[in-house]
């Protein structure tokens, strides 16, 4: 039997997909007075033949945790910019891989993504700054920063 085992560092400030590890072929338990999360991935015992390598790989890739990113916006002068919207897509975009959602007080929001899969973050506001927009890779559980500065934009007259 192959088990696939990782630590449990689920943090409750990141939003995201429910489950990033959910699949109908693979079975996930929490193991009692642990914090890790194990998973059979494959048991000749049940299916009475060797695993395939390339389907391994692909159960396994599914099963990898999410990756954290920050998206921090703020304006040229470095206070945060509350409010702002923020988009996450993978990259080509699928219809059930996209994310919106605003800044914070903080000028910062925190999202869960999939890792080592790329994503395109987008960055905008109305009355800020054009849609701005990087493409990203997490190849690693810790939390990944990308920061954003809105653009200067100055009003020279009003009309009445």
């Keep these: 039997e192959i088990y696939f085992l990782v630590e449990d560092t689920e943090e409750e400030?990141?939003?995201?997909?429910?489950?990033?590890?959910?699949s109908a072929l693979c079975h996930t338990?929490?193991?009692?007075r642990s914090k890790f999360l194990c998973t059979l991935i494959h048991s000749k015992l049940?299916?009475?033949k060797w695993p395939v390598p390339?389907?391994?790989l692909q159960r396994v890739k599914?099963?990898?945790p999410a990756g954290r990113l920050a998206v921090k916006v703020n304006?040229?002068?470095?206070?945060?910019?509350?409010?702002?919207s923020v988009a996450v897509s993978m990259f080509p975009p699928t219809e059930t891989s996209f994310w919106v959602t605003k800044a914070g007080a903080d000028g910062a929001c925190r999202i869960k993504v999939p890792l080592?899969?790329?994503?395109?973050v987008r960055v905008w506001d109305e009355n800020h700054m054009v849609v701005q927009e990087?493409?990203?890779?997490?190849?690693?559980r810790a939390v990944a920063v990308e920061e954003f500065t809105t653009d200067v934009a100055l009003v020279l007259f009003v009309l009445p």
């Design 13 to 22: 400030e990141f939003s995201g997909p429910q489950d990033l590890r959910a």
């Design 29 to 32: 338990e929490l193991l009692p």
């Design 46 to 48: 049940l299916t009475q």
């Design 54 to 56: 390339e389907s391994m």
């Design 62 to 64: 599914g099963l990898l």
């Design 75 to 84: 304006f040229p002068d470095g206070t945060p910019a509350e409010g702002t």
């Design 116 to 120: 080592h899969e790329p994503h395109v």
């Design 134 to 140: 990087r493409q990203i890779l997490l190849t690693q």
